[in-house]
Every structure is written in structure tokens, then in C-alpha cells.
């Protein structure tokens, strides 16, 4: 997970952290069919921005592995609870974070 935090006073941060963030994402992931059924896996890597209320707002893929696997890396990141917003000088303020969706078969 990587965030742009500079000049940040304090970085966002979504339910339990990063290990609620993992949680999270194992627990909202759906393997779309048609990727499971051709054998699809990888990792999908999201970028977003946390706005001053700590909603996500622009999720955008920036890896791609497959369109199935892109749209349901997105729908997890936009079905994501409001974080706490970064702060600068004591202000909410936006943040842009990237994030790794990895789709993998067992």
C-alpha cells in the first residue's frame, strides 16, 4: 500500500489499519466466474483519493490483469467504509493512495 503523504501531519487510515484493510478486501473479494473458469489470477493495482470527509472518490486501475478482475478490484475499492482523512496543519486533507488487488485460485 502506498500513499502520498508529504507534508502530511498524519496519514489516513481505514478501520483497523492495514491488517483491517487486508481483512477487508479477503472478505469483499469476489472471484468473477469467467476468470476462475479460464484460470485468471494476478494482481490489480488500484490508485484512489481520500478526500477531506474521507470518502473515495476517482478509483482508477493502473495494472491491469484482466477486465473481470479490474472491474472487481474497483467495486471492492468504492465499497470501501469512509476512512479517517490525513491531516495537514491540523486541516482534513485529500490523499492519494495505491493499493494491490491480488486475485489468486487456491
Not at 492519494?96 to 486475485?103: D, G, L, N
Request: glycine content about 8%; overall charge positive.
Amino acid at each position: 500500500i502506498k500513499s502520498r503523504t508529504t507534508g502530511t501531519d498524519s496519514i489516513v487510515v481505514v478501520g483497523k489499519g492495514a491488517n483491517g484493510l487486508l481483512e477487508y478486501t479477503r472478505q469483499s473479494l469476489r472471484y468473477p466466474v469467467i476468470a476462475e473458469e479460464n484460470g485468471v489470477q494476478g494482481r490489480v493495482v488500484v490508485t484512489f483519493v481520500i478526500d477531506a470527509d474521507g470518502a473515495i472518490i476517482d478509483p482508477k486501475v493502473i495494472k491491469s490483469v484482466d477486465p473481470t478482475l479490474d472491474k472487481e478490484a474497483v467495486r471492492i475499492i468504492k465499497a470501501m467504509p469512509k476512512w479517517t482523512p490525513g491531516r495537514k496543519n491540523g486541516i482534513a486533507v485529500k490523499v492519494k493512495y495505491t493499493i494491490p488487488v491480488t486475485f489468486r485460485l487456491q
